[in-house]
């Protein structure tokens, strides 16, 4: 690729090297290698259950986990834009009826007065009609309704993000996807001396909006919970930006000639991640939250995953400091071993091979990790990637998470291992950042970037090819340790439509 003075202008600017370009470019010509499965990680192997004994002892561990002075973080991905959530309103607006037809228009009218920014919307119905809502829907003037729902001179819902967007109602008033996130994050990631630290990742045009919220809103939730919170903000690196290229693999010019460069994907937040400071980061989608009546099983099993990912962490730091102390028996090397292959699910088909020296290294590069526990539900038809057992280039059998994307479309016997996994990845993870000396890990040195996929869009009306990095949970924490937790489903409850926030878990 031969880069103008403009291009490389603009490489500068992003912070992004000639050398990133290049490889990218070879990403599209030569495409991503596709997982390996070896089955679907289930309860009998993958899948930790949790009996009431098992959870109620996690919590107690992370109970005294926190008593000990430490880092606790909430980390909030927020900078996905609502649009897609009003996808279907958006289509009837554009319509040239008047009045609702499919089954989608039809629930949203039908419960209107259930949405919490019920009053919210009456209000600039008011304002820009000078009828209210009942008013104009009595008249058949639906799409009025909809567009002082969605059009910057009324809410803007259509335009903001998730995290501004009023969830739910309660006795105290309609609260924000965001506020639900502060009163979880005083339950469960508030450390003894009675501190908050939430971290949202968003974007630059929202920031201000964002900020705006939290100083309005902070106090009455330091008061409610009798806690201090730290909010801090981080936006998408722009070095973590991907060239789009042509069908033919050539770059992408706009008709200005300026390469087009797209987002990476929520796999480049691994740069934001990494720049945290905690022990423990618990880590979860601003839209998945649930009204203060709902949170009690949330919260408990936030605990126990927490617990959970303490223990194993000790002891595994407790292996990591007797190998660097060099007085190990070999009884204690196979303690290690099962302990990789029984509670970690990692197994190396060549080990029974290694020499003594050579295993005690591998067993020491396996354990000196990032360490992540995941909740996972049982899969009810949502869409997304899943937990499996995946064999890597190197023979080492582990633990993933896997989107359908990455799997040979053409491999029916991998499809089918695909298809049979009976439990979906609902974003509920707890991550342990640090190694035994204290010192954070550095994050993108455990990225597969041999994981990230192609996707095919437009710009323009022309069509264009754009490359998604590993995704945060899936190729961004590839090399992490890993373990699976089974979690209810009500501890599950996204906000992918409008319309979903009718249902129980949001009323």
Known sequence: ??????????????????????EQLDCFSKGFPYMKLVAPATVRKGIRPFSEDERAECIKTWDAYKAKNRTVLKFIPASGAASRMFKDLYAF?????????????KQFFAGIDRFA??????????????????????EGRYRAVVAALLEKDGLGYG???????????????????????LAEGALY??????????????????????????????????????????????????????????????PFREADGTLLFRPGGHGALIENLNRMDADVVFVKN????????????????????AGLLAGLQEKIFTYLRRIESGDYTQAQVEEMIHFLQDQLCIKHGEMKYFEDVELILYIRAQLLRPLRVCGMVRNEGEPGGGPFLVRDADGVVSLQIVESSQIDPDDPQQQALFEQSGYFNPV???????????????????????????????KDGRALKALELPGLWNGAMSRWNTVFVEVPLETFNPVKTVNDLLRPQHQ
């Open 286 to 305: 601003i839209d998945n939250v649930v009204p203060d009546h709902l949170k009690e099983p949330v919260v408990l099993y936030k605990k126990a995953l």
């Open 159 to 181: 335009s903001l993000p998730k995290g501004l967007l009023l969830f739910h109602a309660g006795a105290d008033g309609a609260r924000t996807a965001l506020e639900e996130h």
């Open 428 to 458: 509920d993870l707890v991550c342990a950042l640090k190694d035994p000396d204290g010192r954070n890990y550095h994050l993108p040195d455990f990225v597969d970037r041999k994981t990230g996929f192609i996707s095919h869009k437009s």
């Open 93 to 105: 607006l554009s319509a040239s009826r008047e009045t609702p037809a499919t089954g989608f228009e």
């Open 1 to 22: 690729m031969i880069l103008t003075e403009e291009d490389r202008q603009l490489l500068s600017e992003k912070g992004i090297s000639e050398t990133r370009i290049a």
């Open 189 to 250: 990631a508030c450390n003894d001396a009675g501190e908050v630290r939430l971290h949202f990742t968003v974007s630059p045009e929202h920031q201000a909006l964002f900020e705006r919220l939290i100083r309005e809103k902070l106090p009455l939730y330091e008061r409610r919970f009798g806690v201090k919170y730290t909010v801090t903000w981080s936006v998408q690196s722009p070095g973590t930006d991907t060239l789009a290229v042509e069908t033919d693999n050539e």
């Open 117 to 138: 920014f019920y009053g919210a919307l009456n209000g600039q119905c008011l304002k820009r009609e000078g009828k209210d809502i009942p008013a104009l829907l009595s």
